[in-house]
């Protein structure tokens, strides 16, 4: 009978089912970060993330699907032959046109 009479504060078992609630918890909320990352490889969006635009160390991600590619910046300005194919104007609510020539 002395089982029964016992006081519960000194019983180690019940401090460890609170640590497990407590990891639970922290799991549940892991794993919801997880699902709602835009680049989690179980959804078919579409992504695109662009890491330090302008950057010498700019890195391009690109999601489409499952499919996941990394494109990275060399440092190199971009040249080449062209010509002016036309002229682009951005309007006052924000939205841009383009006249080609």
């Known amino acids: 009978m002395k089982v029964l009479e016992e006081d519960d504060s000194l019983n180690p078992m019940l401090s460890a089912v609170n640590l497990i609630d407590v990891f639970l918890v922290i799991i549940a909320a ?30 391009i991600i690109i999601k489409k699907g ?11 300005i971009g040249q080449g032959d062209g010509e002016k194919a036309g002229v682009a104007y951005k309007l006052k609510d924000g939205s841009m046109v383009y006249i080609p020539e």
Do not use: R
Request: glycine share 4%; net charge positive.
């Open 66 to 76: 499952k499919e996941i590619k990394k494109y990275k910046s060399e440092g190199n």
């Open 30 to 59: 892991l794993l919801i970060t997880i699902a709602q990352n835009p680049l989690n490889p179980y959804s078919s969006d579409n992504v695109t993330v662009i890491k330090n635009p302008g950057e010498k160390n700019m890195e």
